[in-house]
Nanobody, 123 residues
Framework: QVQLVESGGGLVQAGGSLRLACAAS????????MGWFRQAPGKEREFVAA????????SYADSVKGRFTISRDNAKNTVYLQMNSLKPEDTAVYYC????????????????WGQGTQVTVSS
């Protein structure tokens, strides 16, 4: 199992940008598909984006496609989520997740979760 620690959340105005990072422990980081999820107050946790272990294939929720970009640096055991053109409805706690495949992550089949980082977008 891999341990995950997110960073980079904060308060930003609508239209602004933030970059989240998730640092992972362990020597087998590149063998995991990685993903980002979010949970807004009163709502269920939802899939945001995922990336394969090689970093060659990515997958996004329709609500963030074209605005968010997921990437990873396997040498640094870190996955990123670049969030541009942020909207108030993007306000949520964002969680990093590790899994076997991106398809599995989209289906919320997750092996490890981070503790979450708050993102607040003001209008």
């Amino acid at each position: 199992q891999v341990q995950l620690v997110e960073s980079g959340g904060g308060l930003v105005q609508a239209g602004g940008s933030l970059r989240l990072a998730c640092a992972a422990s362990g020597r087998t980081f590149s063998s995991y598909a990685m993903g980002w999820f979010r949970q807004a107050p009163g709502k269920e946790r939802e899939f945001v984006a995922a990336i394969t272990g090689s970093g060659l294939i990515t997958s996004y929720a329709d609500s963030v496609k074209g605005r968010f970009t997921i990437s990873r640096d396997n040498a640094k055991n870190t996955v990123y989520l670049q969030m541009n053109s942020l909207k108030p409805e993007d306000t949520a706690v964002y969680y990093c997740a590790a899994g076997a495949t991106t398809q599995g992550l989209r289906a919320s089949i997750v092996g490890s979760w981070g503790q979450g980082t708050q993102v607040t977008v003001s209008s």
